[in-house]
């Protein structure tokens, strides 16, 4: 699995990010954003992305919040989204999950990461193993 330094940028993510609550069924939430993160870029096929995304309305809901966690961005619509190099680095790391319900089950809660400083683009370049 990973080191622990990339676990919390990913608890931090959907927990203080994109603010996912822990009850219920995170797990589809974390499988969705994995996903969605697969179809980049969206600009190439729109409509699986509404498709994943349960509809037009959920989708831009759910790509609002993927654009305010800084994992995608757009231009002139919101359907057209690519992947930004911070998306791109969970994008890889959520490659490697092979059980969500496991994931979830072993959340440690909101890590305190570089002393309670917000992450840089520094974090989105170094290696994820």
């Not at 993927?66 to 690519?82: C, Q, R, V």
């Not at 959520?94 to 400083?117: M, S, V």
Request: negative net charge; charged residues 25%; contains cysteine.
């Amino acid at each position: 699995m990973y080191r622990k330094n990339t676990m919390n940028h990913l608890y931090r993510l959907f927990d203080e990010e994109l603010k996912l609550c822990e009850c219920g069924t995170p797990e589809a939430a974390y499988g969705l954003v994995h996903h969605l993160l697969e179809l980049a870029p969206f600009y190439e096929h729109p409509e699986k992305v509404t498709e994943a995304a349960g509809g037009e309305g959920s989708a831009h809901l759910v790509l609002s919040m993927l654009t305010n966690a800084d994992l995608i961005e757009h231009g002139g619509a919101i359907g057209g989204s690519w992947i930004t190099p911070k998306g791109a680095w969970f994008r890889d790391v959520l490659r490697n999950i092979d059980n969500w319900e496991d994931f979830a089950d072993n959340r440690p809660g909101i890590p305190d990461l570089h002393g309670g400083k917000k992450c840089t683009d520094a974090c989105w370049n170094a290696p994820t193993a």
